[in-house]
């Protein structure tokens, strides 16, 4: 079972940086993807980026140049780093790991970008 803790959330004003981190209980090079998805309210769940075990990464075209993904695999840890944050940025973040065709997910930390 992969058991993954997202942390470093928080209130933000708009211009602001977060960074964002996800922990997993197995060895993350045993997750073929990593991603961050978000949800703001009322909205459905969205990606904001991924990164495949091989290094490939995906984002979304809203975060490309202010969000950046990462990933330690001696801490098990993927990373986002937000830049530039907009009040649209508002939302509960999620971590997601793919192991063997299964989807795991974490319980989300909430952003919030406001004055």
């Known amino acids: 079972q992969v058991q993954l803790v997202e942390s470093g959330g928080g209130l933000v004003q708009p211009g602001g940086s977060l960074r964002l981190s996800c922990t997993s209980s197995?060895?993350?090079?045993?997750?073929?993807?990593m991603g961050w998805y978000r949800q703001a309210p009322g909205k459905q769940r969205e990606l904001v980026a991924t990164?495949?075990?091989?290094?490939?990464?995906n984002y979304a075209d809203s975060m490309k140049g202010r969000f950046t993904i990462s990933r330690d695999n001696a801490k098990n840890t993927v990373y986002l780093q937000m830049n530039s944050l907009k009040p649209e940025d508002t939302a509960v973040y999620y971590c997601?790991?793919?192991?063997?065709?299964?989807?795991?997910w974490g319980q989300g930390t909430q952003v919030t970008v406001s004055s």
């Open positions: 990164i495949r075990i091989g290094g490939y990464i």
């Open positions: 197995v060895n993350i090079l045993s997750l073929s993807t």
């Open positions: 997601a790991g793919n192991q063997r065709g299964v989807e795991y």
